[in-house]
């Protein structure tokens, strides 16, 4: 989803959207239903329910750190087949008190320097894709935290 901004090799370097600690575990990706069944996890990885979301289950390594089941030498093992969350970060669908709006994560360090135009330039395309997931499922919006960026004019889009 994020291609025209976010390059494949970027990520393969830096992977720090797939591990987490304890301060940050809360952004574990959950899947939709949907999502759920297309990725054919069940059975494969133990997993929670919260609400109407799924979660993988996550071990501490000795570091410390919990990294995605789903994540192998060579990438992510859901290719097309990742959840909402997880095509959309370093980028999220937010609450603000004028409605829904786009945000970055200043975790990403491809994606938080860019300027909100260029952002939002190589989202277009996906816009419709985005709308659509988070009317189909409001828990996929996230609550604004302290070190997300709001995009400007992203409150036009979503």
Known sequence: MLKNILSASACEQCRICCEYDDSDIWDAPGFSEDEWQEAGLEGRFPYEK????YYLV???DEKGLYHCPCLSDTGCILGEHKPFRCALWPLYVVRTGD???LAVSDVCPAVFPKT???ILEGLRDNLPRIRKAVEKDSALIEELHENYRLLAGSDRIV
Not at 50 to 53: F, I, T, W, Y
Request: proline share 0%; aromatic share 0%.
């Open 50 to 53: 919260r609400g109407s979301l």
């Open 58 to 60: 996550m071990e501490k």
């Open 99 to 101: 409605g829904l709006a």
């Open 116 to 118: 909100d135009a260029e």
